[in-house]
């Protein structure tokens, strides 16, 4: 690795000149901006590599004592980085939610990075402050669609915020469960409220055993993180069965009631628009029924699903979105905006108040430093690549992604369906399912099996489905993820399972048929699949 | 505004094809890489623009319902977003921590989104996982010099982690005070521990009225919020005086001894290493035998000051760090890294465990996911650009910046003191300086007035100062930020003060030559000036 010279001049020259345009740094953009996915399968090794053996170059704890020329970095970036990083842009890369990205972030990256505002005070941000306010009026307007008179009060005003722009979907719902424990627990009487008092003083004050945050068990881990960093603690996360997936409301009503007959507050009832596991929806409508006769805040976390409600087609599968205190929604998942871009939205626009704080030097009071309602400090322009994305697709665009996704989903679940060995475990109501491979034989077995034999065969199929699923990712060539999900189908005990998100526009129904083909060969050579063939149910067989 | 067509093939085109080379986003690019002061001055307006005329702009509260053509939509962002930025690159934009940023970060921007991992688990970032924690491990080494053994354990073990990757150093702060929350109230005897059981639980069980956090009153607002955040309410914080700008150890160990008799448990005490509105550093190694007398935390909040460590020459400043059980450094601040990459790091490599969280979809037992013990979920690939900069800049390149800056400090202090009509009101420890303008006059009548002419001729002083600071920056050559402070000069009541942060290696002696010509003049055209110069002391004369 060439060293660099150590004076001042070398170091100024990074800051004052560019690369040259034949340097390495310079190839590596112009193959971005000529052919991404080229870029990416020329430089993205397929192998398998160990993570161990990936360790191997990055083991070294010290920082590096002498400067490195860019040039020679950028080969060892190639080397070390680019070819064991994952492919997202892969059509057959269907996973997780990342995705492919339209080209123009590339360009807007540079931009972003060229103009390196902070987001947390107007003084650093300028014109940035009031684009990030319209993307989250925007948002507002997709979920609560207020008249007009409502924005144009509340869109710039320094004394409300229509939400948070947050570096994702986790600190967006730690933020909105924040808020509406500010909100429940707030100041009264000669009380201070929770922020200023603490939780154990709010809780005395306004004789609380305990405050709650109840969802169904496909609830995103977020929401654990978010009550025990608000203090509330894991266990106070009610987190309902869900065998049909979603939360059902009147259990949610029968345990609210009983919880709060205990001398216990629920805080808060969660919908979920769209859970990360099999993408169902909350019944959002009568969620909002719930959380009003329990006296509760209503969150529905939409991270996944909230992009949605671009589509005319398929917005009602969210109705009583429109119904809930706050909103999480991810740019960065069904929007197509590089990571880092998530909100919270709040329907009250005062509601952001609870959590509002100075400084003497910034946020100070009546300023429209957006900083002052979020939890996060310093924060990049990511805004702009959600204004930006607004305007290139427009709401039909979005929805025409929207549709394709859910359509593709549907091809792909039929798919599955006519394939003797692949049995549909959840059906895509947005662009998730899940499915598993088991022999056809095996399938028929286990609806005549006792108990106890549908409890062996189904460990055995489950082996067989991470076998399967580890096989196909080391392969290189696909990426499916797993999870394990209590369903109707099989009633007593969770199953292991594929999961599927089809969020990448490029892939084809030809890449659908080649990942189910190539899952049916690597189960049919696996060991497993031949016990079940033979019998041999018992894990140790 | 050109409407694009809405059909898949278009919106498939931008997923597929890249801008053409004379598009204007293409130029845009261009531009930016070859001469990003040049783009920046040529389309960054200077001229004052009202907030409420940008607003204009961005006033619109409903998504675009058609798609727009990426050049028509790059036109308009010119128009709109850039040319009302702030001009974060100018070497007279001394007053907040953004600066220039050294040239390769603009490739790296494009090759961040091209790759576009999410860094929550690894099979959506692969080798970005082993690169995140090596960075955090070098920057683990830098602080606490343990020995290699150390580093071979603990830099890529799944059960533990040497800290946390964050969008910022408020994120940072909140991520620390956390881990040592569920630390010192965590499991024990038949108790679950406050992460399970909650705070109200803890302190019934640890037999404590409240939980106390304690800093200095030049503390981060970010402390502020996390008591909040994390229910000890801001109450808790106690922030003890510093009218020479850091805290007093004795007052401390006092204060913290009282507040642990009246029956309250002191959580941690925070040393500053870089105060944001003076630069200052707590007096770190006293502070920790006090935290270790008191039986707290000890956390270090560096979030400016940590890359002072690179420099032999004034890593001794920072003494005492290494005490620490957790530290803040903000890459974003002094190692020129893109906005958006703070760190929390832990001493102890077990201490993260304390906020430890599983689910069934990613972040298995067992799994290296770095998503497990942090506060955010998904996370885009930021520590590539810090490994990039550790690697290219490397521990002596860093050293010659840190020491430029500070070095260019005392010269600019040098500058101020010298000027009859500026008094230097603290000196740089770090970059970071403040002064006030104030007629020579006006400063020796200051000695010998009474207390309540003082207070008169203060007002009068500050009103000149807040004056000065919003016309210079009005007029767009140059910027300074201000704040109030307390200090031993004028130990009556807080000033006003112009603040200083001198990180950007562009900013030349001439510049800062400059900027203090220009704000003498601002001042002696002032009508406060001439009040002050006629005696008219009253803030009503």
Chains 1, 2 share one sequence.
């Not at 060439?2 to 034949?22: C, W, Y």
């Not at 996915?37 to 993570?51: A, I, P, R």
């Not at 390196?116 to 941000?125: D, F, G, P």
């Not at 880092?340 to 509002?356: H, I, Q, S, Y």
């Amino acid at each position: 690795m060439g060293e660099a010279q150590v004076s001042l001049e070398h170091l100024f020259r990074v800051f004052t000149k560019p690369e040259h345009k034949d340097s390495k740094l310079a190839q590596i953009e112009q193959h971005l901006s000529d052919n991404i996915l080229d870029f990416l399968s020329q430089h993205v090794v397929t192998k398998k590599t160990s993570l161990e053996e990936i360790e191997q170059d990055f083991c070294l704890s010290q920082v590096p004592e002498s400067p490195e020329f860019v040039s020679a970095h950028a080969e060892s970036l190639l080397d070390k980085l680019v070819a064991h990083s994952v492919n997202t842009y892969s059509p057959t890369f269907i996973g997780h939610m990342t995705s492919a990205l339209p080209y123009f972030h590339l360009p807007l990256a540079k931009l972003l990075v060229g103009l390196n505002q902070n987001l947390v005070k107007i003084e650093t941000s300028k014109a940035f402050t009031p684009l990030e306010r319209q993307v989250l009026g925007m948002m507002h307007h997709l979920v609560y669609e207020q008249p007009d008179e409502f924005y144009q009060h509340y869109l710039h005003s320094a004394r409300h915020a229509l939400g948070a722009f947050c570096s994702g979907g986790t600190i967006a719902n730690i933020t909105a469960l924040w808020v509406a424990r500010n909100k429940i627990l707030g100041p009264k009487g000669g009380f201070a409220g929770v922020a200023k008092a603490g939780l154990a003083a709010a809780y005395r004050f306004y004789d609380i055993q305990q405050l709650g945050v109840m969802c169904s068990r496909r609830g995103h881990y977020s929401l654990s993180k978010a009550v025990d960093a608000l203090g509330l603690g894991r266990q106070q996360l009610l987190t309902l069965p869900c065998p049909q997936q979603t939360l059902d409301p009147r259990q949610a009503l029968e345990h609210g009631k009983r919880y709060q007959e205990d001398g216990n507050r629920l805080l808060a009832i969660v919908g979920i628009g769209g859970t990360t596991e099999t993408g169902h929806i909350d019944p959002l409508d009568e969620l909002a029924d719930v959380a009003k006769e329990l006296g509760c805040w209503f969150h529905v976390d939409a991270a996944w699903g909230g992009a949605t409600l671009f589509s005319e087609q398929y917005r009602a599968r969210l109705k009583g979105v429109e119904r809930a205190d706050s909103v999480t929604i991810d740019a960065h998942k069904q929007m197509y905006v590089p990571m880092g871009a998530g909100m919270a939205l709040f329907k009250n626009p005062e509601d952001a108040n609870t959590v509002r704080h100075h400084a003497q030097y910034i946020l100070r009071e009546g300023s429209k430093d957006l900083g002052a309602t979020t939890l996060e400090g310093s924060r990049n322009g990511m805004a702009m690549m959600v204004y930006s994305s607004l305007h290139i697709f427009g709401r039909r665009g979005y929805e025409l992604l929207i549709n394709q996704s859910i359509e593709k989903a549907k091809a792909f679940a039929h798919m599955i369906e006519r394939h003797p060995d692949f049995e549909l475990i959840t059906s895509p109501t947005l662009s998730i399912l899940t499915y598993r491979v088991c022999p056809q034989a095996i399938q028929e077995k286990l609806r005549t099996a006792s108990k106890e034999e549908r409890h062996q065969i189904n460990q055995k199929v489950d082996r067989l489905v991470v076998n399967v699923q580890k096989l196909q990712r080391e392969a290189g060539k696909s990426f499916v993820s797993r999870t394990r999900l209590e369903t109707p189908q099989h009633p007593d005990r969770p199953v292991t399972v594929f999961r599927v998100v089809l969020a990448n526009p490029l892939t084809s129904h030809n890449d659908l048929a080649a990942i189910l083909a190539e899952q049916h060969l690597i189960a049919t050579n696996n060991r497993v699949w031949q016990d079940l063939d033979e019998g041999k149910y018992s894990l140790t067989a």
